[in-house]
């Protein structure tokens, strides 16, 4: 059962931060499942120490919950405390001083540009339909070129792309904005796209504010609908799909760029990252090229 101070959480980290849904999602659950864990052991909410919540985190790692895991949920649960001393529910905030285990970065999966070459060739020949296909093309080309999260581009605005811009806006987390330029190819498929969809919705005397519009209850292509498409086009095209996800192309965008000379403050700004330190994680990238180019040029590593 959601304890009342709960949603009056949720409700105030959106009003104030435009706190992105998944998020909202995220802190909802992480904060039932701590709910259960004081409700089991003749806790509340009101009373829960410090000592209680370090309890919570030992009994997540003894379930075998990753590190990252537990360190995402202590978050929520500090953010939760804070929220509720600053607004008087609680005289103290007993999630201030605990120390989280620190999520490790983790150097992302990324596929080399080869295959995202093959992935691209088997969304050409994927759909039932030409419809299909040009929409599938679309987002995978657009996903690719921009580095866009995957509910950015499902949720992208149709105004967005009008007028054969040069660039295109992205309202990202907390509604952050960004201006992230298309290529050639991403700009000639999305005005194909554009044409084949707008025929589509005057023919059926319908409108949708989306690029990608469908008749579900969010308007538009799931996140659910284009990961399931995009493990389907990694078989067609002989990747393994446990290795492709839509974020594996976000991934691919930034390593493949900084693989051929872009700096990281400019990778930064055009995936969305507020802190510079989140994008480091394709610092290896670096790493791998200042090693080649040590063992290609150093004299002692001539024989």
């Not at 101070?5 to 992480?30: C, G, K, M, R, S």
Request: glycine share 6%; aromatic share 8%.
């Amino acid at each position: 059962m959601t304890h009342p101070w709960v949603p009056v959480f949720l409700e105030a980290t959106q009003a104030e931060n435009d706190t992105a849904a998944n998020t909202l999602i995220a802190y909802h659950n992480d904060l039932e499942l701590f709910c259960d864990y004081l409700n089991r052991q003749g806790k509340t909410v009101e009373k829960a120490s410090r000592a209680t919540i370090e309890g919570f985190l030992l009994e997540l790692n003894s379930a075998g919950y990753a590190t990252s895991t537990c360190a995402r949920k202590l978050s929520s649960i500090k953010q939760f405390y804070r929220f509720a001393f600053q607004e008087g529910f609680r005289p103290d905030d007993p999630a201030g001083q605990i120390k989280g285990p620190g999520a490790l970065k983790k150097i992302p999966v990324v596929i080399s540009e080869k295959d995202v070459t093959k992935l691209l060739k088997a969304t050409h020949k994927s759909g039932r339909t030409e419809f299909e296909r040009c929409r599938n093309i679309c987002m995978l080309e657009l996903l690719y070129a921009t580095g866009m999260r995957v509910t950015e581009l499902v949720s992208l605005p149709v105004a967005t792309v009008r007028g054969q811009p040069e660039m295109i806006l992205i309202r990202g987390k907390a509604g952050r904005e960004r201006m992230v330029p298309l290529s050639p190819d991403a700009k000639s498929i999305t005005q194909k796209w554009l044409a084949l969809r707008d025929a589509r919705m005057s023919e059926n005397r319908v409108s949708s504010a989306f690029l990608f519009p469908n008749a579900s209850k969010i308007g538009h292509f799931s996140r659910v609908q284009f990961f399931t498409l995009i493990k389907r086009l990694a078989l067609q095209a002989g990747l393994d799909p446990t290795d492709i996800s839509p974020h594996t192309l976000r991934h691919a965008f930034a390593t493949h760029l900084l693989a051929n000379g872009a700096d990281l403050r400019t990778i930064q700004m055009l995936l969305g990252h507020a802190d510079i330190s989140t994008t480091e994680i394709y610092t290896h990238v670096l790493d791998e090229r200042l090693k080649a180019l040590v063992l290609e040029k150093h004299p002692l590593a001539k024989t």
